[in-house]
């Protein structure tokens, strides 16, 4: 038990992660590129027209991975700040606190574009479906997260404060995905999740695929990036970071 706290602790110190991140990052970064671009190549060029919604379903490609990217997002942000409460580990608070831009990012990302495509489909831009009303909730908790801490002049309770926030918010998590299910909307239910199989063409599944993937990677580098300047930022009266600042 010891050799794996001594691993946790080596592996969740700040300086030890800003010296590997930055290793890590541009393989994530180029990969998130690649992928990406193969993804929509695919589903823009080769993917067939669908029979009932015309070229107009091709913005699944971007929806529905900042959907799915919108509550991966925030259940990675939760899961971080519980960490930083139970365990005191400072790397996870960081990791929470560079999420939350990036989750809300994929969140309005996934409103706005489901507008878009929300138009030809219902005849307009916005409905209080309960869907679209409980993905929009989640954008006001990445907004609240990420703004309780400057209401808080103590960063640990600061800390402590926007993390039991993102805890609670997970409630919502389970309400965005069963909201086709359990109440009658326009939202479309589920095609790719489905149990028995994806009612959704192969063709058009594969770069859904893809760009998913795509947006797990970008996540992964934007999350690398943003947490070094918290490192940065938050450990900034340290030594290491001083003689880091005194070397560029």
């Not at 992928?35 to 379903?57: C, H, I, N, R």
């Not at 209080?128 to 409980?134: E, G, I, K, P, V």
């Not at 930022?233 to 880091?244: A, I, Q």
């Given at each position: 038990m010891g050799v794996v706290w001594n691993w946790i602790?080596?592996?969740?110190?700040?300086?030890?992660?800003?010296?590997?991140?930055?290793?890590?990052?541009?393989?994530?970064?180029?990969?998130?590129?690649?992928?990406?671009?193969?993804?929509?190549?695919?589903?823009?060029?080769?993917?067939?027209?669908?029979?009932?919604?015309?070229?107009?379903?091709?913005?699944i490609y971007i929806h529905v991975p900042a959907a799915w990217m919108s509550l991966f997002v925030y259940m990675v942000m939760a899961i971080s700040a519980a960490i930083g409460l139970i365990w005191q580990i400072r790397l996870a608070d960081m990791v929470a606190a560079a999420s939350a831009p990036i989750g809300a990012s994929?969140?309005?990302?996934?409103?706005?574009?489901?507008?878009?495509?929300?138009?030809?489909?219902?005849?307009?831009?916005?409905?209080?479906?309960?869907?679209?009303?409980?993905?929009?909730?989640?954008?006001?908790?990445?907004?609240?997260?990420?703004?309780?801490?400057?209401?808080?002049?103590d960063p640990r309770q600061a800390d402590k404060a926007s993390g039991l926030l993102a805890i609670v918010g997970v409630v919502n998590i389970p309400i965005i995905h069963y909201s086709v299910e359990w109440w009658n909307t326009l939202h479309q239910g589920a095609t790719v999740t489905k149990l028995d199989k994806p009612s959704i063409h192969i063709d058009m599944l594969i770069p859904l695929l893809l760009m998913a993937l795509a947006f797990k990677l970008l996540y992964v580098a934007l999350v690398l990036v943003r947490t070094r300047n918290e490192v940065l930022?938050?450990?900034?009266?340290?030594?290491?970071?001083?003689?880091?600042i005194e070397t560029l």
């Open positions: 602790q080596k592996f969740s110190s700040p300086k030890y992660f800003y010296e590997m991140s930055a290793k890590l990052i541009p393989w994530f970064a180029v990969a998130a590129l690649l992928v990406s671009v193969y993804g929509l190549y695919l589903g823009l060029f080769v993917a067939p027209t669908d029979y009932q919604q015309g070229e107009s379903y091709r913005i994929f969140t309005a990302i996934a409103l706005f574009t489901g507008s878009l495509w929300g138009k030809p489909m219902w005849g307009t831009y916005w409905v209080w479906d309960a869907r679209l009303t409980s993905e929009l909730i989640l954008l006001f908790l990445y907004f609240g997260y990420m703004a309780l801490p400057s209401s808080i002049e930022y938050r450990d900034r009266n340290r030594r290491w970071v001083r003689e880091l």
